[in-house]
Nanobody, 124 residues
């Protein structure tokens, strides 16, 4: 499956931003998706994951209550709505996909497919 992330940009602290991840090449509904982020000089960290539908996603503690992951199976797109952004949210954000096995995964090496990343910069 091919993934194309978009929607990053420069925003101020407290602002909102929505990232999109368009998928192609395979049956979209067979895949679970995750968002990860990597700040300069740091490892790639888990942000959120979702299964076949938008129900019961999972989030990193650092974004819980501020970020929402969702998917539109009709548009083959996964979203990450980011509210109340903080300077520490600054990172390159990556979407990732794995064949869905009824579990949600928070480890990067469990995802087989990756998008190219989109940069989010939050100024304080």
């Amino acid at each position: 499956v091919q993934l194309q992330a978009s929607g990053g940009g420069l925003v101020q602290a407290g602002d909102s931003l929505r990232l999109s991840c368009a998928a192609s090449g395979r049956t979209f509904s067979n895949y679970g998706f995750g968002w990860f982020r990597q700040a300069p000089g740091k490892e790639r960290d888990f942000v959120a994951a979702i299964g076949r539908t938008s129900g019961t996603p999972t989030y990193a503690d650092s974004v819980k209550g501020r970020f929402t992951i969702s998917r539109d199976n009709a548009k083959n797109t996964v979203y990450l709505q980011m509210n109340s952004l903080k300077s520490e949210d600054t990172a390159v954000y990556y979407c990732a996909a794995r064949y869905y096995d009824y579990t949600l995964r928070a480890t990067a090496n469990e995802y087989a497919y990756w998008g190219q990343g989109t940069l989010v910069t939050v100024s304080s």
